[in-house]
């Protein structure tokens, strides 16, 4: 008789919001590159939010994703739906993605005997009351590891006592096929626009740059806004009567929700991210992959993804006299741009491809079994 050598698939779920997020982002970006391997069995859970859309649920469903939702009303009613889906799906492997997703995504692993439990943090600053605080460590405990998705947040995880031979980075990536033909879009035979794709949230400060954009009125130039993204409906109204009070609302676009992101890049000159915090923007890495100019907010997550002035500038953090000046840069001085455009994607192609951050994830994996 021949011995039978196939070895069984490493079971991974990935448990995310349901928000649609750059955690559900790379959730499913881990979850596709899975499944055209031949070591893995993923499934990705999303924790239900109010703009959870049905629409959006139906995209991942046709890209044959393995796909359940659980709801999202009350932390224990998400614990108790997820614990039963581990106890069905036996997952060697838990991943639970972003706050506060990590917290209830681990305890229901844990009481379900999951083998591995792996927390990933995806943003520098998050509301942990002393409770969940508390309940972040104890769960430290009984997780393999705990990723931070750039350095910064790594360290903000040390910070917040968290075990350091547990704490490690992985930055995020993006998948690079939609980007291949940015080079036949040249810098000079796009519109000299602006564009941020952000969605409505706290995190987000959408205010400066509407308020740099009105600094650059006063000063003769008025480029057209693209604000791209979905969010809180209360924040993008807060936006919009913000635009009417500073007299550009003829020079702002509230697009919404966007499908083709890299197309609607690839026409534009100009891309920001004016934001109060970040983990490791993934807006900012499409729109380098895109051959955009990028400008970020001098943040956590911000600040060691681009080399100012290099790949990318920095700006004061709500400094919109600051973002104007360099804007005003950029619409005046084209082939300055043009060339730092070039840097960053040249960067993002180099080292923030979905190949590199899956890698390093597939690696913890295995050193964990």
């Known amino acids: 008789m021949t011995a039978n050598t196939h070895q069984p698939k490493t079971k991974v779920l990935h448990f995310v919001t349901g928000g649609f997020s750059g955690a559900t982002a790379v959730a ?35 890209q044959a994703i393995p796909l359940c939702v659980v709801p999202g009303w009350w932390h224990g009613a998400s614990i108790f739906a997820l614990y039963r889906l581990c106890r069905t799906f036996k997952p060697d492997v838990l991943v639970a993605h972003g706050f506060s997703e990590h917290l209830w995504g681990r305890i229901a692993g844990w009481l379900a005997g999951v083998p591995v439990l792996i927390q990933v943090e995806h943003n520098s600053r998050e509301r942990y009351s002393p409770w969940r605080r508390w309940l972040s460590k104890q769960l430290a405990a009984r997780s393999r590891w705990l990723v931070g ?13 968290l ?32 564009l941020m794709s952000a969605r409505f949230a706290r995190q987000k400060d959408h205010r400066t740059l509407l308020q740099a954009l009105a600094l650059l009125k006063t000063r003769g130039l008025t480029p057209p806004l ?40 690839q026409q534009h000159q100009i891309a920001v991210l004016s934001t109060h915090y970040e983990g490791m923007p993934l807006a900012l ?37 600051h973002l104007a000046d360099v ?36 690696a913890l994996f295995a050193a964990a079994l």
């Open 327 to 362: 804007l005003q840069k950029l619409l005046t001085e084209p082939l300055q741009a043009a060339a730092v455009a070039q840097a960053g994607r040249h960067y993002a192609l180099t080292h923030l491809s979905r190949e590199q951050m899956v890698a390093r994830y597939e």
């Open 285 to 321: 890495v499409e729109a380098m992959a895109a051959g955009c100019v990028v400008v970020g907010s001098e943040v956590v997550g911000v600040r060691e993804l681009l080399q100012d002035g290099v790949t990318g500038f920095l700006v004061r953090h709500q400094d919109a006299a």
């Open 163 to 194: 075990p350091p031979k547990k704490c490690v980075s992985i930055p995020n990536g993006i998948a690079l096929a939609p980007y291949a033909d940015a080079e036949q879009h040249a810098y000079g035979t796009r519109l000299p626009s602006i």
């Open 226 to 265: 693209v604000l791209i993204g979905g969010g809180k409906p209360q924040h993008r109204l807060r936006c919009e009567q913000l635009a009417e009070q500073l007299g550009i609302t003829e020079q702002v676009e509230f697009k919404g929700f966007v499908q083709d992101v890299p197309a609607l890049l």
């Open 149 to 161: 998705v750039s350095e910064g947040v790594r360290q903000a995880m040390l910070d917040m006592g």
């Open 28 to 62: 499913v970006s881990l979850v596709l590159h899975a499944l055209q391997g031949q070591q893995l069995e993923p499934l990705l859970v999303l924790r239900r939010k109010s703009q959870t859309q049905a629409a959006q649920l139906e995209r991942l469903r046709a």
